[in-house]
């Protein structure tokens, strides 16, 4: 079993900024992408941004050159750094991970969603 644990949620006036850490523990054989996702209510779940090892980040359109998605893989720990905040980035924030747990099963993995509120 892989737990995801966020932190770094809050209430920010818009223009401001925030940083999200998500960090994975467990069973961890290798982990593959981590990505953050966002929920607002009524709306859909949206991808905001995906890492995977090496590879060059991808970002929503609605977050490119504001938002940077980074990570440790010594710690197991996806950031997601979310500068200049508009009040359309109030969502929860979730963390997830396709993880390996073994050389041949990777499963994906969810947090449990941070709260980011930005005011007008």
């Known amino acids: 079993q892989v737990q995801l644990v966020e932190s770094g949620g809050g209430f920010v006036q818009a223009g401001g900024s925030l940083r999200l850490s998500c960090a994975a523990s467990g069973s961890i054989f290798r982990i593959n992408a981590m990505s953050w996702y966002r929920q607002a209510p009524g709306k859909q779940r949206e991808l905001v941004a995906t890492?995977?090892?090496?590879?060059?980040?991808n970002y929503a359109e609605s977050v490119k050159g504001r938002f940077t998605i980074s990570r440790d893989n010594a710690k197991n720990t996806v950031y997601l750094q979310m500068n200049r905040l508009k009040p359309d980035d109030t969502a929860v924030y979730l963390c997830?991970?396709?993880?390996?747990?073994?050389?041949?099963?990777?499963?994906?993995?969810w947090g449990q969603g941070t709260q980011v509120t930005v005011s007008s």
């Open positions: 890492i995977i090892n090496s590879m060059s980040p």
């Open positions: 997830n991970a396709n993880v390996n747990t073994d050389w041949r099963l990777s499963y994906s993995y």
